[in-house]
């Protein structure tokens, strides 16, 4: 561990996204004889979220968008470690670290807060359990995954209702990144698609959908039309004025009324508040820490906060004009952490006079559309098409921090434009427990399928149907919150024999087979549980519903 010197004032940065990152630097340069910075992030790498599209569509590595904070921040004490809490009292924050995961107290005189938000999509039902999101390297590699397996699927399915399905990928969210993902995606699955005989690319569907009535809110119309056009010459359909109402793992309802069968929606929407900057009792408005010009939080002495996760005013009465604040972008988190570096400078010099507003006047806006186009107003002047494109992958080279990451990124692009696409799926383990919702009317399992896990009834209602060929008698129950299916598996290991389909809308915990094999049979209140509950529902072994008699394979569907 660094040695700190005691005359020295310890600063202590939460967080290593852009804003923390550029404040530790500038004052890790800037302040070498007055301050010891120590920065706290719960990944030992800095994410340049700019470039995750282009992870999720293979076009760069997900190496390619990460520089590694101890190399990026010299001077600075890096520690990889997850923030619990803070103390404003004791100064003093609560970290989670090492092997063991035991608390640590590190104390601080001067705390800068830069924590970012996270994805918040509960007022969707449906969409926190079946969406994929957009904001960490792990998104990008999990949407890429899910791209080429449902291309895989695709190929192999013999219903076209499934098919069509696997094939419809719907973007909600139309700022920055749901632009810039489904771009990027769709050159993906355009690019894949002749590697794969039964998928043609009228079987594919792209959709981008938002609330909004253009798309890319904050550029200048004229390239927001100009961009919803390329979008759609690319076979992208763009739908504005419409919002996101719910999801199963099956479709997804719009606020018109559409309902569109797919297996992929990505959400870029609904930016909220981290719960534990929610718990820091600090004045939040729209989600964010309320600060002063100076990024002071106040009522707080020597706190400060920047970036997505704070509300800086552009004005000395912002009022409740959004428009009077600093965005929520990486351009404005860069500047915020050099001016907040040069504030606490000041501040921990004595001179508070010194002490600067933040002002900054945005040098304009990038989005890239894919297949090389994109859109760029920069300095007044606007561009499109191939020259915005070259110009966006000029400007994110010489932005993203550090020469190893610019040599490494640049060598991929160079070699990736020679490449064809790399199709590898690198299967990761489905999550073995999740939440699952369902529509009225979707079927959860039927008779043939392979028993996969166990449900638990939280919300709604099911209907499960069992037919007794043999003896053609037929069992129909319905399940409420609390009931459950699937504990048969447990006496019989292949193919489901009944039909479970949802009457309500409807919430399930999922446990997947193996986990829930594993507890049912090592677990002895449970164990005696589902052995009594099998009996009493099901007539148990030898009897009209029992398990036994149900191993033999349905007739095999009819390979393409
Ligand atoms: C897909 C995408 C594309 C984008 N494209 C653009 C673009 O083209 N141009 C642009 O200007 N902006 C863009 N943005 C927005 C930009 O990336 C953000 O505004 C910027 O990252 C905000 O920086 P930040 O430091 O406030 O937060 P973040 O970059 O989110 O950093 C927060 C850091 O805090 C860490 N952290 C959080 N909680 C804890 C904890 N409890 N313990 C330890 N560490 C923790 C996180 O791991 C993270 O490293 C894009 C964003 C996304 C998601």
């Known amino acids: 561990m660094a040695k700190t010197d005691s005359a020295k004032k310890k600063v202590l940065v939460l967080g290593g996204g852009f804003g923390g990152v550029f404040a530790a630097k500038s004052l890790a340069k800037r302040g070498r004889d007055t301050v010891d910075v120590e920065l706290v992030n719960g990944t030992n790498y800095f994410v340049f979220q700019p470039l995750l599209p282009e992870v999720a569509a293979g076009g760069i590595h997900s190496s390619d968008a990460v520089v590694p904070l101890r190399q990026l921040l010299t001077g600075v004490q890096v520690r990889q470690a997850e923030v619990a809490g803070v103390d404003f009292a004791k100064k003093s924050v609560i970290v989670v670290q090492g092997s063991s995961r035991i608390p640590v107290e590190l104390t601080y005189d001067e705390l800068i807060i830069s924590l970012g938000t996270t994805v918040d999509l509960s007022r969707f039902p449906g969409l926190p359990e079946h969406a994929l999101t957009m904001k960490q390297v792990a998104d990008a590699h999990k949407l890429r995954n899910h791209v080429l397996s449902c291309l895989e699927m695709a190929d192999v399915a013999t219903s076209p209702a499934q098919k069509r399905q696997l094939l419809t990928f719907v973007v909600v969210g139309a700022g920055f990144s749901g632009v810039e993902t489904v771009g990027e995606v769709n050159a993906l699955i355009h690019q894949a698609v002749r590697y794969y005989p039964n998928v043609t690319k009228d079987d594919i569907r792209v ?214 696409p790399n199709l590898v799926l690198i299967q990761g383990n489905a999550p073995a427990t999740r939440y699952i919702h369902y529509r009225k009317g979707d079927v959860v399992f039927e008779p043939g399928m392979i028993l996969d896990g166990f449900y638990l009834v939280l919300s709604g209602k099911l209907k499960l149907k069992i037919d007794n060929p043999d003896t053609d008698e037929h069992l129909v129950r319905d399940l409420g919150p609390g009931d459950h299916v699937g504990e048969r598996m447990m006496v019989r290991p292949l193919l489901r024999t009944g039909l479970v389909e949802a009457v309500e809308d409807t919430e399930v915990l999922f446990v997947a087979k193996k986990d829930f094999l594993r507890f049912a049979h090592d677990f002895p209140v449970l164990r005696k549980y589902f052995e009594k509950y099998i009996e009493k529902n099901f007539g148990g072994q030898g009897k009209s519903f029992a398990p036994q008699g149900s191993e033999q394979q349905p007739e095999m569907e009819k390979s393409n």
């Open 207 to 420: 959709l981008l959908v938002e609330y909004a009535d253009r798309i890319l809110p904050t550029f200048a119309e004229d390239l927001a039309n100009y961009a919803a056009r390329r979008l759609k010459l690319e076979g992208i359909e763009v739908i504005t004025g419409v919002g996101t109402k719910s999801a199963t793992s099956t479709a997804v309802e719009l606020t018109n009324g559409a309902l569109i069968p797919t297996g992929t929606i990505v959400a870029t929407i609904g930016n909220g508040p981290r719960q534990l900057v929610q718990a820091l009792g600090l004045d939040m408005k729209w989600g964010r820490i309320q600060v002063d010009r100076e990024m002071r939080v106040p009522g707080l002495d020597h706190v400060w906060a920047l970036g997505d996760v704070a509300l800086i005013p552009l004005e000395d009465e912002p009022g409740d004009d959004p428009q009077a604040y600093a965005p929520q972008t990486a351009q404005f988190a860069v500047r915020e952490g050099h001016q907040l570096a040069l504030n606490l400078l000041a501040s921990v010099k004595g001179n508070d006079k010194k002490l600067k507003p933040f002002a900054y006047k945005s040098k304009g806006s990038l989005a890239s559309l894919g297949t090389t186009k994109a859109v760029a107003d920069v300095y007044g002047f606007k561009l499109t098409g191939f020259f915005a494109w070259l110009l966006w992958r000029g400007f994110y080279l010489s932005f993203i921090p550090g020469f190893q990451a610019k040599a490494r990124l640049l060598f991929t692009w160079i070699l990736n434009a020679f490449m064809p």
